[in-house]
């Protein structure tokens, strides 16, 4: 029996799991990046980088449509691209699934160790990442998408705290639209285009949703969801600081708390940052899980627990020696944006072109 049969995610869990893998990537300073590549107009690029963000979803779709007995990417390549090219491929989007998570725990690991923790070392806090993420990756997509699914559902109540600094607004910072043409918006669009990576995902997580026929719905609405939590936080950011203030803050979004007051609890940034994390868990520990899924199939594996165990052992020990800095960590999200551009957006469409070549080849040597 084969192991997405007896692993199965519902649409719903799908949709928070895409969209969690998101949100993960650049919440935080989303709006500074923003606010320094097109000024007050960056809401719009959001906008734009959602819209090329469908089509590529669009395009995965349509490529994990033609898998043989609903299978992965891997049974995809070995179809269409033979042993070899399962191998070098296959390889590749494990690299990236675990640069991926790599970048995404480091970036945990700092803000923890800056805004909570700043006297623990790294390779302790590191520690306990770590633990909790082999009890949940080590379960497969079923428990992931039961994790995203929890998670998401406790951060409902969030927003609704951001709504209090909207009492402080400023609304004309936003005006007038388009200051200075399409010129500014365009600029800011690869970094918009990183914050939505994540979907990719679907290379490995189509074969276990239990309705494949609403997979495109699913994607549509992941997105979306991820649109209006950009949407709402940058404008929040945007109006409550001034235009040149909000580029003074590495992590606007953290900024912003502090005009929360609650006579109960003195730093409220903290409580926040606390369950930022498992939001941000989901950018990392899927990740992990995608990685070894693709490197213990290649091997000839069903079982990915012991990759996970080599991975995460070998990430615990390298931290000891050595962890990025804050600024490392910025460069390392540059180059994860450029990676998830090629993977997630440049490759399913160059992918459909081929397969759509190759079965048109086929048929005219059939006939």
């Not at 998670?151 to 402080?168: A, R, S, T």
């Not at 490995?204 to 949407?231: F, W």
């Not at 409550?240 to 609890?265: C, D, G, M, N, R």
């Amino acid at each position: 029996m084969k192991h997405h049969t007896v692993n199965k995610m519902t649409t719903l869990q799908y949709i928070f799991l895409t969209s969690g893998i998101q949100i993960g990537v650049a919440f935080l300073a989303l709006p500074r990046i923003l606010a320094e590549k097109a000024g007050t107009d960056g809401w719009m690029t959001i906008i734009v980088a959602w819209a090329l963000s469908l089509a590529a979803s669009w395009a995965l779709i349509q490529v994990m449509k033609r898998t043989a007995n609903n299978g992965t990417l891997l049974e995809l390549l070995t179809q269409y691209a033979g042993i070899g090219g399962r191998w070098i491929i296959g390889a590749a989007i494990a690299l990236y699934f675990f640069y991926f998570g790599y970048a995404g725990i480091v970036r945990a690991v700092l803000i923890t160790k800056i805004w909570v923790l700043p006297q623990t070392p790294s390779y302790i806090i590191m520690l306990l990442f770590l633990i909790p993420t082999y009890i949940i990756a080590s379960n497969g997509p079923m428990i992931l998408g039961r994790y995203a699914e929890l998670v998401i559902l406790m951060g409902l109540w969030v927003p609704f705290v951001y709504l209090i600094p909207f009492k402080d607004a400023r609304w004309l910072h936003l005006l007038p639209v388009m200051k200075s043409g399409w010129s500014p918006i365009l600029s800011a669009l690869p970094d918009s285009i990183y914050a939505y990576v994540g979907f990719g995902a679907t290379l490995i997580l189509y074969p276990y949703l239990e309705n494949k026929d609403k997979a495109t719905l699913a994607l549509v609405i992941s997105n979306s969801l991820t649109l209006v939590c950009y949407l709402f936080i940058t404008i929040a950011c945007f109006v409550y600081f001034s235009p040149k203030e909000i580029q003074e803050y590495t992590e606007p979004v953290i900024t912003l708390l502090k005009a929360v007051e609650f006579k109960f609890v003195e730093r409220v940034e903290i409580l926040f940052i606390s369950f930022f994390l498992l939001i941000f868990s989901l950018s990392w520990i899927p990740t992990f899980y995608m990685g070894v899924f693709c490197t213990s199939r290649l091997m000839g594996s069903q079982d990915s627990r012991n990759h996970l165990k080599i991975v995460l052992i070998l990430l615990g020990v390298g931290t000891y020696f050595f962890m990025p800095t804050s600024r490392l960590s910025v460069r390392m999200d540059a180059v994860l944006g450029r990676l998830g551009f090629m993977v997630e957006y440049l490759f399913p469409v160059c992918l459909l072109i081929y397969i759509w070549i190759y079965d048109r080849f086929q048929r005219r040597t059939n006939a």
